[in-house]
Nanobody, 125 residues
Framework: QVQLVESGGGLVQAGGSLRLSCAAS????????MGWFRQAPGKDSEFVTA????????DYADSVKGRFTISRDIARNTVYLQMASLKPEDTAVYYC??????????????????WGQGTQVTVSS
């Protein structure tokens, strides 16, 4: 079992950048595919990006492609979401998730077994 804790959220102006961190404990992130999802008020959860267990494959939602980057640091047991050129529509609670069973960079919420508590990102116009 793995525990996930997100951090790095906050308030930023449009066009700015933030880096979110997802610190894992209990097991190494190398055992999991990892994903980032977000949920805005009144909306369903939305896939943002994911990285496969091997680290060799990533996937991005069209809405963030070219602006967001997922990475992981095995030594720090942490997964990152680097966000640039932020827009007001990026405002949401961002969650990281870990998938032990499948191992691919999945867009499906149901693929993930463990979730963090979320971190708020607010982008002002």
């Amino acid at each position: 079992q793995v525990q996930l804790v997100e951090s790095g959220g906050g308030l930023v102006q449009a066009g700015g950048s933030l880096r979110l961190s997802c610190a894992a404990s209990g097991r190494s992130v190398r055992n999991y595919a990892m994903g980032w999802f977000r949920q805005a008020p009144g909306k369903d959860s939305e896939f943002v990006t994911a990285i496969s267990r091997s680290g060799g494959s990533t996937d991005y939602a069209d809405s963030v492609k070219g602006r967001f980057t997922i990475s992981r640091d095995i030594a720090r047991n942490t997964v990152y979401l680097q966000m640039a050129s932020l827009k007001p529509e990026d405002t949401a609670v961002y969650y990281c998730a870990a998938d032990f069973r499948v191992g691919v960079a999945s867009r499906l919420v149901g693929s993930y077994d463990y979730w963090g508590q979320g971190t708020q990102v607010t982008v002002s116009s």
